[in-house]
């Protein structure tokens, strides 16, 4: 079996020719596809840093071999859409909304990294001496790895935006497999899509699935979120790809339901902001990733509420 390594993320085939790059904490950030389609290969999202998308490039050189002809986008977010610059020969497709969200976004968001680098970086590692929390203290060292992986190439990043874009449903028929673009509206972002495969049941959901890593509301829209999940859910699929978390199948969908029903719940009881720091965070996720997101995530709940927001 063809191998490739990377410092970036781990990479797990889940059907002949179809492989899942999930990072591995190193400047990823967010997870990765790669599909032999036949004569071409599709990849699914690009990442966070051009030194993770390169090593995604070149995975998908050594793996497959064949020209990359798609990059299939799941969302606007720059874990997923930064590399894309690297993708020169790929069409890159995505939604309307997630082109302008892009569009909009990216750059502006590029500049404030460059602008507060140094700043937030002496913050973080201000917190990390001071924090006894063994919990926060690894969020803390992860959140440092990341940016200093970020300023490595952040400088050579040039915006590349998508080549095409549909409305609902697009179909990349190649000679072995079929590929489905699903695009499901907002719950995580203001765009989600999933790139499905039904010949092999496999579904690449972007970050509508997170397995054992909370989940971000900080856009889109999450009182939608678990209906959109039970949309997913009707998907055939044995195998999900997260857009982060490692790989999963439907009992992840019915965990992470679970979940964001909990935080809605709960941001819809508190009384005061500062409430959700009192919150516990239930048993079953205790071991999940990302646990700040979790009174990040009440706390924005509770904000949407107030009528003066
Ligand atoms: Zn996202």
Avoid at 5 to 26: P, Q
Avoid at 64 to 90: M, S
Avoid at 157 to 168: G, Q
Avoid at 229 to 255: M, R, S, W, Y
Wanted: with cysteine; proline share 3%; glycine share 6%.
């Amino acid at each position: 079996m063809k191998t490739f390594y990377s410092e970036h993320f781990k990479l797990k085939e889940i059907a002949d020719g179809i492989f899942a790059a999930i990072d591995s904490g190193r400047g990823a950030l967010g997870n990765a596809g790669i599909i032999d389609m036949g004569g071409f290969t599709v990849v699914v999202d690009t990442m966070m840093t051009l030194q993770a998308a390169a090593d995604l490039k070149s995975a998908a050189q050594a793996l497959i071999g064949k020209p990359i002809k798609y990059v299939a986008t799941t969302h606007c977010h720059g874990d997923h859409v930064r590399g894309n610059q690297l993708f020169d020969e790929a069409a890159i497709i995505s939604t309307p909304s997630t082109y302008e969200a892009m569009k909009e976004r990216i750059m502006p968001q590029v500049k404030m990294q460059i602008e507060n680098e140094s700043a937030y970086l002496s913050m973080l590692t201000g917190q990390l001496e001071t924090e006894k929390n063994e919990e926060k203290r690894s969020e803390l060292r992860s959140s440092i790895t990341l940016v200093e992986e970020i300023a490595k190439t952040i400088h050579d990043f040039s915006l590349r935006l998508p080549d095409v874009t549909f409305e609902d449903k697009l179909t990349i028929a190649g000679s072995t497999r079929t590929l489905e673009l699903l695009h499901f509206g907002s719950a995580h972002s203001i765009s989600d899509t999933v790139v499905w495969l039904p010949d092999d049941k496999v579904v690449f959901a972007g970050d509508l699935l997170f397995v054992e890593s909370f989940p971000s509301f900080q856009e889109g829209n999450y009182r939608r979120w678990n209906r959109v999940l039970d949309e997913l859910n009707k998907l055939p699929f044995t195998c999900a790809v997260p857009g982060h978390g490692g790989v999963g199948g439907k009992e992840d969908i019915q965990h992470l339901k679970e979940l964001i029903e909990h935080m809605i719940q709960a941001g819809d009881a508190i009384s005061a902001e500062s409430a959700a720091e009192q919150l516990l965070i239930p048993d079953k996720f205790a071991k999940w990733s990302a646990q700040s997101l979790f009174f990040r995530n009440v706390k924005k709940v509770f904000n949407d509420r107030q009528p003066d927001k």
